[in-house]
């Protein structure tokens, strides 16, 4: 009878005693594990921080596949093409639904300026999803030194620009003027100049006009919606959402000068407020005609 017990006993016993044997960092590992999708579930802050560390860890990752993919071409707009393919699945990762309006606007044989608004990094996303044919962004001179993806960025062609020195950011963008027409590039500049997430647009700086107007090329206005239902840096809110992406009809610059250039500023940014005011009217929950 008692060796009976004893056999009952054995298995919880030599359990316990196997559990005592862990190591503390076999322990932490099982508090992680347990720990990790409890906090993640539990804790918006928590699931903020990790989509954040997840989306540029895997960008940098991404990189690495595309970096020697870009390199058999050297610095080339083309591998512009090789990025985009890499970063076009991450929507789905992220739950986020993409809707684009106004495709046909795109419909241009030669260059032009696209200008889009500055919500945060997340743009990359509706970048990516309309990003036309040898179209390069221009980026501030930090980005190239963001490891992996800076790399990947100077190999695409991207145009990068020192924001503290404005001479020196101007005259790159003179160049810019002369190679779209040259090589038939066209560039993307966010006018804002900064990530901005107040709801609005700030006040456009002029070096994306002053670009279209020196190589006599469209501007072209792309609008991406508030992110506010699905991301909030402020609130660190990362849920999944919609965003809408409308690419507006181009402004022509023919016969403008520079300047013409404040007003061409102006008018931009006023179409492109109307088109944001009103996809924000538009968002799920929201009396079409009321107010933000
Ligand atoms: C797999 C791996 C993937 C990796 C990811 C890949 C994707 C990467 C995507 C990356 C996305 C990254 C996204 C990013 O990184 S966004 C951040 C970087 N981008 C920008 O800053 C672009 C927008 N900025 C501008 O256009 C500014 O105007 C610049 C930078 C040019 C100067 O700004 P600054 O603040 O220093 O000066 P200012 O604006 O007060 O101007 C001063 C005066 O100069 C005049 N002026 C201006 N320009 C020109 C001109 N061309 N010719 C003649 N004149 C010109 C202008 O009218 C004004 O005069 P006035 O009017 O007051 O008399
Ligand atoms: C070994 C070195 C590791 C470095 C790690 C750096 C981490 C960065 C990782 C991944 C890069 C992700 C690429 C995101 C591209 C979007 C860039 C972006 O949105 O830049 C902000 C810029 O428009 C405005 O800047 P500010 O709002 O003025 O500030």
Known sequence: MSSNVVKAASPL?????GAMELSVAQWLLVV?????????????????????AFYNGWILTLAILAIPICAVRGRN?????????????IKYLYGIKIEVRGWENFNIKEPYVVVSNHQSSLDLLGMMEILPGRCVPIAKRELMYAGTAGLACWLAGVIFINRKKTDDAISVMSEAAETMLKED???WV???????HSGSLLAFKRGAFHLAVQ??????PVVMSSYKDFYCKKEKKFTTGKCTVRILPGVSTRGLSPDDVPDLTDRVRGLMLDAFSQMSNERPGKEPGGGH
Do not use: D
Not at 215 to 220: N, R
């Open 13 to 17: 016993a030599s359990a316990v005693t």
């Open 32 to 52: 992680c594990l347990v720990a990790f999708p409890l906090l993640y579930e539990w804790s918006v802050t928590f699931k903020y921080f990790c989509k954040m």
């Open 77 to 89: 707009v083309e591998n512009m093409k090789v990025l985009r393919f890499m970063l076009l699945h």
């Open 185 to 187: 590039v066209r560039v």
């Open 190 to 196: 966010f006018p804002e100049g900064t990530r901005n």
């Open 215 to 220: 190589a006599q090329v469209p501007v072209i």
